[in-house]
């Protein structure tokens, strides 16, 4: 039943997000803006459509958003949505098969990106893979300073019942949580670190890698970027808000904390501008900076 | 063990009648090969058997000089035999149509093979210091000789010497060690747990560091390998990079249960070593122009991986966490086996890649997986487990270290706790990284429109050579989807390095669970190609050229090249990387000629090898005007020497 839940939380919610990010830009630029659920259309109609794909291209380039999609699904397996709903599946050391899951994913991205032959795509994914290697050390240690903080291994236990350890580590979890949203803005490819509305192939990080595909393919890429960013939220939003309850309460609890993040970053991406391409290596190294202060204060705490 | 010898009879056999044949070149081959899969047929059952019951088969004789010598089959000496006779079957077999599209003699490679295998076995079986030492340097010896195959060509003189020079210096800190042990021990046998001192236990294992490190490619020591595995034909650069190079880590392994207890403070120097290793080897393979030279830095990469396993293993025992010990010691061993599968996977396509396009310039590649579909997708797939990512072998070993190095986090002295934390960002980093590079590696070379006509005209390997390569990539895609099975083949060499089995620690659930969720991983992504094919089946799909934003007259060298793809990070580590940039700059508005090239040589080599070499040589000159030109003061010299020895003995 709550596998069910999950699942269905899972496969149905994320959509949501971007069409939530849309909607606080267009109301800060004096727009209406598309509808809410405008991504759930735009999936509905790809879906339907046919696709075309260029001569260069390998069994590489049909194989990427469908392996992409399905590494991001099994991460989502191994993350709680709440106290209510533990993860469908959850071991000691699942925290590492969640990162490496997003990282095949993105393999199998920036292998399809290449396989167009096309320069701009080929300048995507050079961009992708070097903030992608610049953003793990700052996501590997938020994970150890919550692996320390929590003695456990596993993502269910880390994002559950931490109320006590707000008490002991609040400062720590704060920088924690500010290192991570870094992590979710520069995996995502959102303002501060790409434009996700830019027009421009030369400036683009995410969406030129996907330039080619069409159809179903994109429909498939468009799906799984909205529960890529659904999963780093999530993680962000049980260790922002730590709060336990029924677990009806509990799932509109995280949802509308889901809600939250969105608009959150839809703020940043009304208020911030983009940053130079040569900026973001040391906003990434920033963030590990985070973390490892975060990490040594947790040390500093563990060993008290 | 009756097995065991046979096979080392049948390497014998094959290696003598395929030197006497080494006229009829396919012959001759063909008889190597059969060599390596007889050895595999006899030897591998016994390893097997002594991985699952565990327990240790021993071959004793007493040797009239020497004493007492033995062969003795325990489980981390089968952990190693067991990919040894697998790889080197199919570097054999692969070698045959390799070897004879080539035009020189193949006679050296045939028997070298079998040989070099056959000291292979030796010294992962010898049971006394002797036995290791003479097997340690018929495999150096053997190892010179075939990666020195087109040795008209300069650089491979230069690479063959680096290597036998480098590993015979660090050869004798090995005889060092092993006569210290002696001594200590009173024998030649190998035993367990000699009772020592901190202090001369921290010397004897700075001896194998040094040692077992230069062989296996620690950085700093590591500098003949990116130089010797480019050079050599590629089913010897897959057997150096899988099998000879992992002799250091068994090596290493192994003198740290002679020496039983390692100190905190050595394992924790074998752990830095390791993330210097990983860190620098695989920022240098991000910087490389050459197929086989990247795969070359990769193998350094790895071994620091391994390294970290194998450090962490000991600063646990020492810190007397054997269960944490346990974890990385199967990190460790199991990387061993993976890193041995992947790499040879990949230097056996590359291998095959530069026969068909006569180069192996990533940046004169390109479209390659159209002509050489087979060759491609195992490339594709040794790239991938290499990364670490799921579900393939290489993310069950790495997962393995990242949960050691997590629990270390909590239970080590705040000291340790600081390196493990260290540690494991680095790995993290590392694995970033090399998902990079090999991004870079693969779709330079395979994905996109084809660069040269070289690489146009590329054309399929032949089905003695794919064979191989198949059959290692479908084990890498087997291993990582076995982890209740490798629980059970790496709980003996586990207890026998850890004292613990594997199956009472967290990486039980750890490894059932991984198996279980990259079987999920791989059946989602069949259900999402299901549908997708589904929905596409009602509409045709169109074929046209990729979008280049409009612009129509794309050439395929207008594609962005590997070292395009690679500059950013290089740009972020430049620092380190220290690249070296020439540019012609264009001057004119239509200028003739416009160039830019870069290139980062091993700091390594630049700042410590070259100047030392340098040095030497001025020394050695100055000696050499010294010598004197004329018969008569040599024997002069030798009479003087001997008449104040018979001074010194006799008066």
């Given at each position: 039943?709550?596998?069910?839940?999950?699942?269905?939380?899972?496969?149905?919610?994320?959509?949501?997000?971007?069409?939530?990010?849309?909607?606080?830009?267009?109301?800060?630029?004096?727009?209406?803006?598309?509808?809410?659920?405008?991504?759930?259309?735009?999936?509905?109609?790809?879906?339907?459509?046919?696709?075309?794909?260029?001569?260069?291209?390998?069994?590489?380039?049909?194989?990427?958003?469908?392996?992409?999609?399905?590494?991001?699904?099994?991460?989502?397996?191994?993350?709680?949505?709440g106290g209510g709903l533990p993860a469908p599946a959850a071991f000691p050391g699942d925290v590492v098969l969640f990162a490496y899951l997003l990282g095949a994913g993105r393999f199998a991205t920036v292998l399809a990106a290449l396989d167009t032959g096309s320069s701009f795509e080929g300048m995507g994914a050079s961009r992708e893979v070097t903030f992608a290697a610049l953003a793990e050390p700052a996501l590997f240690l938020s994970i150890a300073g919550l692996a320390l903080a929590r003695g456990t291994l596993s993502w269910t236990a880390m994002l559950s019942g931490q109320m006590p350890a707000w008490h002991l580590y609040g400062p720590a979890f704060a920088m924690l949580i500010g290192a991570l949203i870094l992590v979710a803005l520069a995996e995502n490819s959102r303002i501060p670190f790409d434009d996700p509305n830019t027009h421009l192939e030369l400036t683009m990080v995410h969406e030129v890698m996907v330039l080619d595909h069409s159809g179903p393919d994109f429909a498939l890429i468009l799906y799984g970027a909205s529960i890529k960013l659904f999963l780093l939220g999530a993680i962000i939003v049980r260790l922002a808000f730590p709060f336990e309850a029924s677990i009806r309460a509990h799932v509109a609890l995280f949802l509308a904390g889901m809600i939250v993040f969105a608009v959150v970053v839809g703020l940043v991406e009304s208020t911030f501008a983009r940053l130079r391409m040569n900026r973001i290596p040391q906003i990434l190294i920033a963030a590990s900076v985070f973390a490892a202060l975060a990490m040594a204060v947790i040390l500093i705490r563990v060993n008290a | 063990m009756t097995l065991l010898l046979a096979a080392m009879a049948a390497l014998a056999a094959a290696a003598v009648l395929s030197a006497v044949l080494a006229s009829r070149r396919a012959l001759a081959l063909a008889v190597s090969a059969g060599g390596c899969l007889a050895a595999l047929a006899l030897a591998a059952p016994p390893a097997v058997q002594v991985l699952l019951g565990g327990g240790t088969r021993t071959l004793t004789w007493t040797n009239p000089v020497l004493g007492q010598q033995a062969l003795v089959l325990d489980p981390l000496a089968a952990w190693f035999v067991v990919p040894t006779l697998f790889i080197s079957t199919g570097c054999a077999v692969y070698g045959v149509r390799y070897l004879l599209a080539g035009d020189r003699p193949v006679g050296m490679q045939a028997a070298g093979t079998n040989l070099i295998v056959l000291a292979l076995l030796t010294v992962f079986l010898a049971g006394d210091a002797i036995l290791f030492l003479a097997a340690w340097e018929l495999m150096t010896i053997f190892a010179f000789l075939l990666l020195t195959h087109e040795h008209d060509r300069a650089e491979v003189r230069r690479a063959g010497l680096l290597y036998l020079v480098l590993t015979h210096a660090a050869t004798s800190c090995l005889l060092a060690m092993f006569a210290l042990l002696s001594i200590h021990n009173g024998s030649l046998r190998f035993g367990t747990g000699a009772a020592l001192s901190p202090g001369a236990a921290s010397a004897l294992f700075t001896l194998a560091v040094i040692g077992f490190g230069c062989k296996a490619g620690a950085w700093p020591l590591h500098i003949w390998l990116p130089a010797a595995h480019p050079v050599a034909p590629s089913q010897i650069s897959a057997l150096l990079s899988g099998l000879v190079i992992k002799t250091g880590i068994y090596g290493l392994l192994r003198a740290t249960l002679l020496i039983g207890r390692v100190p905190m403070t050595c394992g924790a120097v074998l752990l830095g070593i390791g993330v210097a290793s990983a860190v620098l080897g695989v920022l240098a393979a991000l910087a490389q122009h050459e197929l086989k030279r990247l795969l070359a830095y990769h193998s350094i990469e790895n071994i620091?991986?391994?390294?970290?396993?194998?450090?962490?293993?000991?600063?646990?025992?020492?810190?007397?966490?054997?269960?944490?010990?346990?974890?990385?010691?199967?990190?460790?061993?199991?990387?061993?086996?993976?890193?041995?599968?992947?790499?040879?996977?990949?230097?056996?396509?590359?291998?095959?890649?530069?026969?068909?396009?006569?180069?192996?310039?990533?940046?004169?590649?390109?479209?390659?997986?159209?002509?050489?579909?087979?060759?491609?997708?195992?490339?594709?797939?040794?790239?991938?487990?290499?990364?670490?990512?799921?579900?393939?072998?290489?993310?069950?070993?790495?997962?393995?270290?990242?949960?050691?190095?997590?629990?270390?986090?909590?239970?080590?002295?705040?000291?340790?706790?600081?390196?493990?934390?260290?540690?494991?960002?680095?790995?993290?980093?590392?694995?970033?990284?090399?998902?990079?590079?090999?991004?870079?590696?693969?779709?330079?070379?395979?994905?996109?429109?084809?660069?040269?006509?070289?690489?146009?005209?590329?054309?399929?390997?032949?089905?003695?050579?794919?064979?191989?390569?198949?059959?290692?990539?479908?084990?890498?895609?087997?291993?990582?989807?076995?982890?209740?099975?490798?629980?059970?083949?790496?709980?003996?060499?586990?207890?026998q390095l850890g004292g613990v089995s594997l199956a009472a620690t967290p990486a039980r659930q750890g490894l059932i669970a991984t198996a279980a969720l990259g079987a999920a991983l791989i059946a989602i992504a069949g259900a999402i190609a299901l549908i997708r094919r589904g929905l596409l089946h009602r509409q045709p799909a169109e074929s046209s050229v990729t979008w280049?934003?409009?612009?129509?007259?794309?050439?395929?060298?207008?594609?962005?090249?590997?070292?395009?793809?690679?500059?950013?990070?290089?740009?972020?580590?430049?620092?380190v990387l220290l690249p070296q940039r020439r540019q012609i700059a264009a001057v004119a508005p239509f200028a003739a000629t416009v160039a830019v090239e870069e290139h980062s040589p091993d700091p390594v080599e630049r700042f410590a090898l070259d100047p030392a070499l340098r040095g030497s040589g001025v020394g050695l000159a100055l000696l050499r005007r010294a010598q004197p030109t004329r018969v008569q003061s040599y024997v002069l010299a030798i009479f003087v020497a001997l008449i104040a020895l018979l001074w010194w003995r006799l008066g």
């Open positions: 039943m709550r596998t069910a839940l999950h699942l269905a939380i899972l496969l149905l919610f994320p959509p949501l997000l971007p069409g939530v990010i849309n909607r606080v830009k267009a109301a800060f630029a004096g727009r209406r803006g598309p509808p809410v659920l405008q991504l759930y259309f735009d999936l509905w109609k790809l879906l339907r459509k046919g696709a075309v794909y260029s001569v260069t291209t390998t069994w590489i380039f049909r194989a990427g958003p469908v392996v992409t999609l399905a590494a991001l699904l099994v991460a989502a397996l191994l993350l709680p949505f | 620091g991986i391994i390294l970290i396993g194998a450090g962490l293993g000991s600063m646990a025992l020492a810190a007397g966490r054997p269960a944490v010990a346990a974890i990385a010691f199967a990190g460790a061993l199991l990387h061993v086996v993976n890193h041995a599968l992947f790499k040879s996977l990949l230097f056996l396509s590359a291998g095959a890649v530069g026969r068909a396009c006569r180069t192996l310039q990533i940046d004169r590649l390109g479209g390659v997986l159209r002509a050489m579909p087979r060759t491609g997708t195992s490339f594709v797939i040794g790239a991938a487990a290499i990364c670490g990512l799921p579900p393939l072998n290489g993310f069950v070993s790495e997962f393995l270290v990242y949960m050691a190095l997590l629990a270390a986090c909590a239970v080590f002295p705040v000291a340790g706790q600081a390196e493990a934390v260290f540690a494991f960002a680095a790995l993290a980093c590392v694995g970033g990284l090399a998902a990079a590079c090999f991004a870079k590696a693969s779709g330079a070379v395979f994905l996109g429109a084809p660069r040269t006509p070289a690489a146009s005209d590329a054309r399929e390997a032949p089905g003695a050579m794919v064979g191989p390569m198949l059959a290692l990539a479908a084990t890498c895609v087997i291993a990582g989807l076995s982890g209740p099975w490798l629980l059970r083949v790496l709980d003996a060499p586990v207890q280049a934003c409009g612009y129509a007259a794309v050439t395929p060298s207008m594609q962005y090249t590997a070292s395009s793809f690679a500059r950013p990070l290089i740009a972020v580590f430049r620092g």
